[in-house]
């Protein structure tokens, strides 16, 4: 095929190259991921964790993802990227919510919180206003070896797919996978859609790939392949090469499955292992810029791969510090254009720490949370049960201001949201030490709020 070609999508709106200056990227948070859960007991007796000076890989952006693109384009361009999975809204020009209801006891509370809005302004313009310019510099990020997934419905593949081969070049394209799921529908009026595309470009011929296999039908188990084709032909023990349709991974339909974490959109662990065996090796870089409950990193924590998440939903992130805590994640760092705290109007109140020496070294603080209080709530709500409202909270044993290092971090166990949570904590610290210590908490609606206090042990 010859590499010109001048037939391409045109808007009104087309910008050929998006120029903006670098936006200032702060660090938020490091977490060193500790995660202490209820059943443990409340009075549990930690050593000080200590970071290890090893770089953070694993990075979390919070804010919109053209910035950290950007960013990483003119102020880091020695840092590449072997694969790109992206699942960015599809135009559906409708909001997401997630609802979940809470409590402990008796009380339940049912509670709407907001993940991310599929809306447009200028409808089809201004979402591929959106897209072209983060996939031109998704292109820029890939390395020589990289690969991109772009996972969307039917909605505006169609549209992708013809943008794609303009930034990547028809060439480059690999496959057009089928992922296929059930589920219920009630459309009388046409087929039920259930599937979804995902558009494989790569970034030059050199791509990574590595095959993968399904299992063989019972058919051809049980008569073979050399009765059909000859002495020549045997079957493989990893089973058959796969094609570019799959309908061995279905969507997470189970509300109370552990893998839900109640994020509209949330795609199957296994779907994306798949993909990242296919085109990543151990220690690659890969990234999601739509991370929502940050399924990919989980993954490649499983699967010995580095990852970059962005998104720009607080849902999001507290989602996925969720799950990367709940799945003792390795250490990761949140970035981002502000400080990270966007709760006015929440109420945290901090138990006074009770201090202990335990030998001549050593002092036992008790220390923890008296009361929290969301802005979304009236203040004169019943606040007897103000902890049902806490998703979990973290302590950095040693606040420096400009980041919070969080050393621990507190959760329920197996009901996310229906287990009473542990409100106070027995640490074990140095003694003859002027600190600060402070926590965070998280709640259900995503706000987050610290408050510090200092201690001498
Ligand atoms: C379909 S969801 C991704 C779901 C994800 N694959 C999962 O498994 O949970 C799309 C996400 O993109 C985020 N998003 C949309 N536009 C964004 C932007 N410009 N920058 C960063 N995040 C964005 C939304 O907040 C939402 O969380």
């Given at each position: 095929?010859g590499?010109?070609r ?15 200056p ?12 500790n995660p202490i859960?209820e ?12 970071l290890?000076?090893e ?5 979390f952006?919070y804010?919109?993802?053209?910035d ?21 809204p ?5 909001d997401y ?5 809470i409590g ?8 709407k ?17 959106m897209?072209?310019?983060?996939l ?16 969307v ?20 394209f ?15 009026r ?36 050399t ?20 309908v ?8 109370t499955?552990?893998?839900?974490l109640?994020f ?16 990543s090796?151990p220690g690659?870089?890969?990234?999601d ?10 993954v ?13 939903s ?33 109420e ?34 019943d ?15 040693d ?15 197996k ?6 949570i542990?409100?106070d ?10 600190i ?12 987050q ?9």
């Amino acid at each position: 095929m010859g590499n010109y070609r001048s037939a391409r999508l045109v808007w009104d709106s087309k910008i050929e190259e998006m120029q903006q200056p670098i936006s200032s990227i702060q660090a938020i948070q490091r977490m060193t991921v500790n995660p202490i859960f209820e059943n443990q007991g409340y009075y549990e007796q930690l050593e000080v964790p200590v970071l290890g000076d090893e770089k953070i890989e694993n990075i979390f952006y919070y804010g919109d993802n053209y910035d950290l693109l950007n960013y990483i384009v003119k102020a880091e361009p020695e840092k590449k990227i072997d694969l790109i999975y992206i699942d960015p809204p599809y135009m559906t020009e409708l909001d997401y919510h997630s609802s979940i209801s809470i409590g402990a006891y008796s009380d339940i509370k049912y509670i709407k919180r907001t993940a991310f809005q599929d809306r447009w302004p200028r409808g089809l313009d201004s979402y591929l206003d959106m897209m072209y310019t983060r996939l031109q510099l998704m292109k820029k990020v890939l390395s020589n070896e990289g690969s991109i997934f772009v996972h969307v419905d039917w909605h505006v593949s169609h549209y992708l797919r013809v943008l794609l081969d303009e930034i990547f070049g028809p060439d480059n394209f690999i496959n057009e996978i089928a992922w296929c799921f059930g589920g219920g529908s009630s459309s009388r009026r046409y087929f039920h859609r259930k599937h979804d595309l995902i558009l494989w470009y790569a970034r030059s011929p050199e791509y990574i790939y590595n095959p993968q296999y399904r299992p063989y039908t019972q058919g051809t188990i049980k008569r073979g392949l050399t009765n059909v084709k000859g002495d020549r032909y045997k079957l493989h023990e990893e089973g058959a090469l796969m094609q570019d349709w799959w309908v061995d991974i279905n969507k997470i339909l189970s509300p109370t499955a552990y893998e839900n974490l109640k994020f509209p959109t949330q795609k199957p662990k296994e779907l994306l292992a798949r993909l990242i065996a296919a085109a990543s090796r151990p220690g690659s870089l890969v990234a999601d810029f739509f991370a929502g409950s940050g399924t990919l990193a989980e993954v490649c924590n499983e699967m010995g791969r580095n990852w970059v998440l962005a998104d720009a939903s607080s849902l999001a992130l507290q989602t996925s510090c969720y799950r990367l805590i709940r799945s003792r994640s390795k250490p990761f760092k949140i970035i981002g254009a502000n400080n990270g705290e966007d709760a006015p109007g929440c109420e945290l109140v901090l138990k006074q720490p009770l201090l202990k020496p335990v030998d001549d070294n050593h002092t036992l603080v008790d220390l923890g949370i008296d009361f929290y209080w969301p802005a979304q709530l009236p203040a004169q709500g019943d606040r007897r049960d103000f902890a049902d409202y806490i998703e979990f909270w973290e302590i950095d044993l040693d606040f420096q201001e400009h980041i919070f290092n969080s050393h621990y971090q507190v959760l329920r166990n197996k009901q996310r949201f229906k287990e009473p949570i542990a409100l106070d904590l027995l640490i074990r610290l140095e003694s003859g030490q002027d600190i600060k210590i402070a926590i965070k908490v998280w709640d259900v609606w995503a706000n987050q709020t610290i408050s510090v206090i200092p201690i001498k042990t």
